[in-house]
């Protein structure tokens, strides 16, 4: 709308009344100003995606030492799939020693989940998902803090400097090896945590477990039946029985035991 004061002799100044253009330019500015106020107020804060849940690769199995009021420690292991947990917990330094296995669904609070089935004050059932590891929050949800904050975490299975990728056996017992990728190999293959060797003909399948991240445990498993020459496949497959930890700089890995010279040395493949 176009305001016209009656007070101005518009004559006397001498000026021309372009009254289509002033109309347009009018129209113009307040078309402008409603589209702006309008946009302003039909603009929506969107929910932050940025959480544990939608950012984090936190599926998988969580293991630690949790602290115990009466016992020395609680080996915890936690496994997490889509909506579903396994929480198996042993109570170590007792004279009978308990463990107890629970399991169920699981719900999203923000950033931290619930374990449902557990009684309310019976012992804590909702954990933080934080980067490769979740924290055990205390009876009211809350985060631990003081001195013992870190023993209240459990450290994500798995090693990503070892997994999914394929080394070659360059030494067993002390014993450099002659072989090549495709025939002396071990290979941990994080998905299904079953690894795949070959010292010769065959192919060995074990399932295995790295916690925290140096900590090694290889089930008992099977091979194909070829008849291969010697005895380095028995050898190897001894060793796989008996390493309890591994090393790794990112391009040689070692299986070991204990603190002992290593069993077995590897170089990292570049495929």
Not at 110 to 124: A, D, S, T, W
């Amino acid at each position: 709308m176009l305001f016209v004061n009656p007070l101005i002799n518009y004559k006397s100044l001498n000026m021309k009344w372009n009254q289509p253009k002033l109309a347009f330019t009018a129209i113009f500015i307040a078309t402008t100003f409603y589209s702006c106020n309008n946009n302003n107020n039909n603009k929506t804060e969107l929910p932050d995606s940025h959480t544990s849940k939608n950012s984090l690769d936190w599926q998988g199995t969580y293991s630690g030492n949790l602290p115990c009021a009466d016992c020395n420690h609680i080996e915890t292991e936690l496994t997490l799939t889509n909506a579903n947990y396994t929480l198996i917990s042993q109570y170590i330094g007792k004279e009978n020693p308990l463990s107890d296995t629970l399991e169920g669904k699981f719900a999203w609070e923000g950033n931290n989940i619930k374990l449902e089935g557990i009684k309310e004050n019976e012992r804590p059932s909702m954990f933080k998902i934080e980067e490769n590891q979740v924290r055990q929050l205390n009876l009211e949800g809350k985060k631990i803090t003081g001195d013992l904050a870190s023993l209240y975490i459990l450290k994500k299975n798995g090693n990503l400097n070892v997994e999914d990728k394929r080394w070659q056996l360059v030494e067993l017992n002390g014993k450099l090896i002659n072989g090549a990728p495709e025939t002396h190999y071990i290979i941990f293959h994080s998905k299904e945590g079953r690894l795949e060797a070959k010292a010769n003909c065959n192919i060995l399948s074990n399932n295995y477990k790295i916690k925290n991240e140096l900590q090694l445990s290889i089930e008992i498993g099977i091979s194909t039946m070829m008849a291969c020459p010697g005895n380095l496949e028995q050898e190897f497959s001894e060793v796989l029985n008996t390493a309890d930890n591994i090393s790794t700089d990112g391009k040689t890995l070692t299986l070991n035991k204990a603190r002992m010279a290593p069993l077995a040395r590897f170089e990292l493949v570049i495929e």
